[in-house]
């Protein structure tokens, strides 16, 4: 089973030739049927394992841990607190749940001397049964590049809190360290209290100040790593402990009790949607910050259409912000995804079959006069010369072709020009009306 640390942008490489994927064109052969996509005009929320919540306790030389079953429904079980590891060596820090697989759950520890470890917990003995060290650290007195006081995870990037600034790594596995570590400007002096990933919209990361305020922050990736703006949610949220298992749920540790909040960072009014206590004997620390897999709950709806137009993946399979990532080369866009996940039409056309660098791919001629092709997929849905219409299942997400780990590239030309899909995929997630073609840019999107 692929885990999310095997699918992180970072890892994701595709060929180049002639200013865009390497692919061939194939004929009008192969038998397989267009099948369109399902409506529906409600989203959901579904949790589909258990919320693994853990702390860093002990002065940092243990690891506890507490369960919570359907986090989204009326009545979630929550299991009590138990040891489930001894951190052996330097004292921890942070610690943050980054991936969940089949059997194990990866935990990051950051400890006092820098170092960077990856621990699995078992989830069915209930305890870490290994650990592994990613990037050695130096001493209490001079550190190692990975001595962070707050750790975070959206599943797919980890974000550290040290000496007042914000550092995104992409890139991470359970075998090696980062390769990709940056600084975010524009959040000097950042000292969360606590700090959770996978905020949900177009935010990335929340936290909460020494005053309780609770703040949802959006960083680009556009031009170098940044803050690109803020909101606040709420006031007077003075507990460390606070963690979210995704789809706009945050789980709070308040006094003896846990209290579920549902967050909608986006609404115009009501931010905070829904408050329940889950239990009133939950007795964690509240000084201590609590993590958990941020995306063990998700929310799934049917791609949005805008004026004919549609996104390519369900719109829960990614956040908002993922849609305005630059590529690593040229204009286009690389969502990473699992294996298997569908893939829609962007926009109605006639298709064509593609291969080359691409893999399977598929390209339609779309009735705006644009060229939108899909690479990489594991399956095709649509035969060579159909009709489709937007919003329409294409394909199956997949690894195939020139690709280091599972992604959809989505490209998309006038003409012989490449054009940046992100402005044109933004409007369509927001339902606003979608720019024309020629008015997309054909750079900016990359570095």
């Not at 951190?87 to 697989?101: D, N, P, Q, Y």
């Not at 329409?392 to 030309?413: A, D, E, F, M, R």
Request: with cysteine.
């Amino acid at each position: 089973m692929r885990t999310r640390h095997q699918i992180t942008g970072a890892a994701i490489v595709a060929a180049s030739a002639l200013g865009g994927v390497g692919l061939t064109l194939a004929g009008p052969s192969g038998t397989a049927d267009a099948t369109p996509a399902v409506s529906s005009t409600a989203a959901s929320t579904s949790c589909t394992t258990a919320s693994r919540v853990f702390q860093l306790r002990g002065g940092g030389t243990q690891i506890w841990a507490a369960s919570i079953s359907k986090a989204n429904s009326t009545k979630p079980s929550v299991y009590g607190w138990q040891k489930v590891y001894t951190v052996t060596g330097a004292k921890g820090l942070s610690i943050a749940a980054h991936s969940e697989g089949k059997e194990s759950i990866q935990i990051l520890l950051s400890d006092q001397t820098g170092a960077l470890r990856s621990l699995a917990y078992n989830k069915k003995d209930g305890k870490v049964t290994s650990a592994r060290t990613l990037a050695k650290g130096g001493t209490t007195t001079k550190p190692g590049a990975y001595r962070f006081t707050s750790l975070t995870s959206d599943g797919t990037r980890v974000w550290g809190a040290g000496s007042g600034r914000l550092t995104v790594m992409t890139g991470i596995s359970t075998t090696k360290a980062p390769t990709g570590r940056s600084t975010v400007a524009g959040l000097k002096g950042f000292y969360p209290a606590a700090f959770w990933a996978n905020a949900g919209g177009s935010y990335e990361i929340a936290w909460t100040d020494s005053k309780g305020n609770v703040r949802y922050g959006n960083i680009s990736a556009t031009k170098g790593w940044h803050l690109a703006n803020t909101t606040t949610v709420a006031k007077g949220w003075t507990s460390d402990a606070i963690t979210t298992p995704g789809a706009g749920i945050v789980l709070r540790s308040s006094g003896d009790n846990l209290v579920r909040h549902h967050v909608n960072p986006s609404a115009k009014t009501g931010k905070v949607t829904r408050t329940t206590t889950l239990t009133k004997t939950f007795k964690a620390p509240n000084t201590i910050p609590m993590t958990t897999v941020p995306d063990t709950c998700k929310t799934t709806a049917p791609p949005q259409s805008s004026s004919g137009y549609s996104l390519p993946l369900d719109k829960g399979a990614q956040p908002r912000s993922e849609y305005d990532d630059p590529h690593h080369d040229y204009p286009s866009l690389d969502l990473a995804v699992p294996t298997g996940t569908s893939v829609k039409a962007i926009r109605g056309g006639r298709v064509t079959h593609v291969g080359g660098g691409c893999g399977n791919g598929v390209q339609i001629s779309a009735d705006d006069g644009g060229s939108y092709v899909y690479c990489h997929l594991s399956t095709r849905s649509v035969a060579p010369g159909a009709t489709v219409k937007a919003g329409q299942l294409i394909g199956k997400s997949g690894n195939t072709g020139h690709s280091t780990g599972p992604h959809l590239h989505v490209q998309l030309k006038t003409g012989s020009t490449l054009r940046c899909p992100q402005p044109l995929l933004l409007a369509v997630y927001d339902g606003k009306t979608a720019p024309s073609l020629n008015s997309l840019p054909t750079s900016g999107c990359s570095y």
